[in-house]
């Protein structure tokens, strides 16, 4: 929504809270680590996206049976690998995320057209 720096000082506080309770394969923790991967990328903090998106798409492949956020977490690191020049990876994670999003969301979703729109 644009509205990154806000996005910042509240996923940072949730993710602490999280952490504290020893949840690091909640599903919400993904969601959180994506919106924060997301707002550090629009706040020019490439190097500190990339760590978090690492962990949100590394705690993701531990646990298959979270699939609501897994084409938000590949589409954001989708972004992330087109801030940092890896243009054909960006392209292979947007398709894996466009992929996850049908399944998960269905074609017509907001975000899977977001992602078409971007593939095309």
Do not use: C, K
């Not at 190097?47 to 590394?58: I, Y």
């Not at 609501?68 to 292979?92: F, K, M, Q």
Request: zero cysteines.
């Amino acid at each position: 929504m644009g509205r990154a720096e806000e996005a910042l000082a509240q996923i940072e506080p949730a993710l602490q809270r999280y952490d504290a309770m020893d949840l690091p394969n909640d599903p919400d923790r993904l969601w959180a680590l994506s919106i924060l991967g997301r707002a550090r990328l629009e706040t020019g903090d490439v190097e500190g996206a990339g760590r978090v998106l690492r962990s949100a798409v590394e705690t993701d492949g531990l646990f298959p049976e979270h699939r609501l956020y897994v084409p938000i977490i590949h589409s954001t690191n989708a972004a992330w690998l087109a801030a940092t020049g890896e243009a054909e990876a960006a392209r292979e994670e947007l398709a894996a995320a466009l992929d996850a999003g049908r399944v998960v969301y269905g074609s017509d979703h907001p975000l899977v057209q977001r992602m078409m729109a971007t593939l095309d």
